[in-house]
């Protein structure tokens, strides 16, 4: 999961917490065999997870860069993100997915027992 970090190896592209969001809604909802189709299931809930985070956390992005404002690719500002208020951020938007996944996962599996 460390490649995940930064946006994506380091790239400041794609968020790693939404990469992980949408890695857990594959295995909860993907096919188990080849032969078989994808749930639609999988892609209601990524979906519906990405507008989410979008409107909630990324103030419209998904994208590392937008959400924490490094330039990973700059030796400094990577230095530093450890030790500064980003670090933080980055930190509250790992807690803000987990709760809206979690909370999708709950609900998903409340709707299964009625």
């Known amino acids: 999961m460390g490649p995940f970090g930064a946006g994506l ?26 032969e078989e189709r994808e749930s639609p299931l999988m892609w209601s809930y990524s979906q519906r997870f ?11 992005s998904i994208l590392c860069r937008d959400l924490i404002g490094v ?8 230095k530093d993100f450890h030790v500064s208020e980003k670090y933080r951020e980055c930190l509250r938007i790992t ?10 996962i709950e609900q998903h599996l409340l709707s299964q027992r009625a």
């Open 71 to 78: 330039d990973w690719q700059d030796k400094a500002q990577a």
């Open 9 to 34: 190896a380091a790239t400041g592209e794609v968020c790693g917490n939404v990469v992980g969001a949408l890695a857990a809604f594959g295995l909860m909802f993907s096919r188990s065999r080849e």
């Open 50 to 60: 990405l507008q989410r985070f979008r409107e909630e956390i990324g103030g419209g």
């Open 95 to 104: 807690g803000e997915t987990a709760k809206i996944v979690g909370g999708m």
